[in-house]
């Protein structure tokens, strides 16, 4: 059912591909589960003979309004992206050549930056969110129990987009060293210029709490710890200290579990109050795996 033509490298793979039914002439959108066990790599292109064009949609919300914008590719870090009924992403089927009903198959064409071209078919059905709903979740990693607090995002990517901006953060968790660490990686795209970091989670026995290291691609770094409640996460002040030698203050309130959590992060000031800074509200977009 699937017809793979890819680099040997790469190792991507296309779960949970769906599309919605719709009549000649109108427009139809498309889901698929990208798994990417390889190194982070790029949708580049879409297309069907079916349609007069596929392009990649990213819902937007600011400041209450909605906009549907058309991106030129898609960010596939290790680990993956899921293109998920009811998240920002999917893939829309432009000005249908043929009507698509509900029960058949429509084949559709991927081209990877790195992993190639990939042609696979796509079922149709009513409801998409439904359809994907149906499909197995992906079993939770197995970890040291005093890591656990933080399970529910491990295994998993979540994306979220900064306010007032198209900017997105993206965070990919995985269990490192028969999960005695967990293993953040995230990627913001968007802006001027490339930014990443990885983050590393450990239980430290001495302050028996659970304690961060974070390395920016700019050579940033900063330290702290994270510590759960019944509401989420407090990351207590960590001061952050840039390429430059400059340090700046921060702090960081996490709530939220499941399908979706939000982030509130807060810069210290010179006369020692807090503002503001920002509200994140992520939510999953896709499987992690291990880095290689």
């Not at 890819?6 to 959108?29: E, F, K, S």
């Not at 001495?206 to 700019?218: K, Q, V």
Request: include cysteine.
């Amino acid at each position: 059912m699937l017809a793979l033509t890819m680099a040997l490298a790469a190792q991507v793979t296309l779960d949970n591909r769906i599309v919605r039914a719709a009549p000649a002439g109108g427009d139809a959108a498309a889901y698929v589960a990208i798994a990417n066990a390889g190194e982070a790599d790029r949708l580049v292109g879409v297309s069907c003979d079916c349609a007069e064009r596929v392009e990649i949609h990213r819902v937007a919300r600011t400041d209450g309004n909605v906009s549907m914008n058309a991106e030129l590719a898609l960010a596939v870090p290790g680990g993956g992206v899921e293109i998920r009924p009811g998240s920002p992403l999917h893939l829309m089927l432009m000005n249908l050549r043929t009507p698509i009903a509900a029960g058949t198959t429509v084949p559709l064409t991927l081209r990877f930056e790195q992993a190639g071209t990939m042609t696979a078919s796509f079922t149709a059905t009513e409801n998409t969110a439904t359809a994907w709903q149906a499909s197995p979740a992906p079993a939770a990693p197995a970890l040291a129990a005093e890591l656990r607090p933080l399970a529910f995002m491990v295994g998993q990517c979540w994306s979220a987009t900064f306010p007032n901006s198209t900017r997105t953060d993206t965070h990919c968790y995985t269990p490192m060293l028969g999960g005695r660490f967990i293993r953040d990686i995230h990627v913001v795209e968007g802006g001027p210029t490339p930014y990443s970091g990885e983050s590393i989670y450990r239980w430290d026995p001495r302050a028996r709490r659970l304690r961060y290291d974070y390395y920016a691609s700019d050579g940033g770094y900063s330290a702290g710890f994270a510590d759960p409640n019944a509401t989420g996460i407090e990351f207590p002040e960590e001061a952050y200290v840039g390429a430059d030698g400059q340090t700046m203050m921060l702090r960081t309130v996490q709530t939220g579990s499941g399908e979706a959590y939000a982030r509130t992060t807060f810069a210290r000031q010179p006369g020692g109050s807090w503002r503001e800074m920002w509200t994140m509200r992520f939510t999953r977009v896709g499987p992690a795996t291990a880095p290689r």
